[in-house]
């Protein structure tokens, strides 16, 4: 699991680049919002990497955005 708090968006995409299987990236980051541009920015990263039409990147990052709040106000420990 890769701690985010001193990371950019740029870093995750080396991090996630170097793991190997797309699927066996994990990242986690505390609970705030603070966090939420750097998770935001790194799956736009992935997505002009892979060639994602615009329209649905837009899409996609809101629902990003979305799973990130929801993470933050039911699924933290805190």
Same mark, same amino acid.
């Given at each position: 699991? =890769?701690?985010i708090t001193n990371r950019s968006s740029s870093d995750l995409l080396d991090l996630y680049d170097q793991s190997g299987a797309p699927g066996s990236f994990e990242f986690a980051f505390?609970?705030?919002y603070q966090y939420?541009?750097? =998770?935001r920015d790194f799956v736009a990263l992935i997505f002009d990497r892979?060639?994602?039409m615009p329209?649905?990147?837009?899409r996609f990052i809101l629902i990003i955005d979305e799973l990130v709040n929801n993470s933050i106000a039911y699924g933290s420990i805190e």
């Open positions: 699991m =890769i701690d505390p609970v705030n939420s541009k750097v =998770i892979y060639g994602l329209p649905w990147k837009s």
